[in-house]
T-cell receptor, first 114, second 114 residues
């Protein structure tokens, strides 16, 4: 069966520090991968998605970036965090074939910027 | 771009009663897929139900069913025999025909009263 791992679960970082959040998927190949941010009590904002290794689509201009160095690995990064980067980050995957395939989400990372 | 609207930020229902959560969407596509996700306080995103736009029959999963009105671009979720464990944020989502992007509504917080 397919599983998705996202870490860390919680992260506290000072303003201006770098960031690296990692997400890996097991049990499937060539998944579509996604990074979302969710502010408290709000909906999901799509940040990046990827349909293959090295292919990244950015949805919202910001100081974050994403990379997909391997088929089932998706990394969210920043060189210098801002206070506004605080939030709950969710990684997700979906099958690339068949539109009725839902997204499957990781457990999320709660990021606090001090 | 497609938009998904959930006009009810918060709703309440008495245990064992029925509640309907609304969702409308805007699209020019004829082929697409719709989903409802549940996010309990643990913040894990859980798939509740899915609907293919080409199917006229409304999807049903145990106590959960949808009322899909394609012409009206409406996709409401009905929860029957509400249980305390149904208390959560509910998100409506649209998957575009190119299969890659999902669009989420802003969510409805459902409270279940004992």
């Amino acid at each position: 069966s397919q599983t998705i791992h996202q870490w860390p679960a919680t992260l506290v970082q000072p303003v201006g520090s770098p960031l690296s959040l990692e997400c890996t998927v097991e049990g499937t190949s060539n998944p579509n991968l996604y990074w979302y941010r969710q502010a408290a009590g709000r909906g999901l904002q799509l940040l990046f998605y990827s349909v293959g290794i090295g292919q990244i689509s950015s949805e919202v201009p910001q100081n974050l970036s994403a990379s997909r160095p391997q088929d089932r690995q998706f990394i969210l990064s920043s060189k210098k965090l801002l206070l506004s980067d605080s939030g709950f980050y969710l990684c997700a995957w979906s099958g690339g074939q068949g539109g009725n395939q839902p997204q499957h989400f990781g457990d999320g990372t709660r990021l606090s910027i001090l | 771009a497609q938009t998904v609207t959930q006009s009810q930020p918060e709703m309440s229902v008495q245990e064992a009663e029925t509640v309907t959560l609304s969702c409308t969407y805007d699209t020019s596509e004829s082929d697409y897929y719709l989903f409802w996700y549940k996010q309990p306080p643990s913040r894990q995103m859980i798939l509740v139900i899915r609907q293919e736009a080409y199917k006229q029959q409304n999807a049903t999963e145990n106590r959960f069913s949808v009322n899909f009105q394609k012409a009206a671009k409406s996709f409401s979720l009905k929860i029957s025999d509400s249980q305390l464990g149904d208390a959560a944020m509910y998100f409506c989502a649209y998957r575009s025909s190119d299969f890659n992007k999902f669009y989420f509504g802003s969510g409805t917080k459902l409270n279940v009263k004992p």
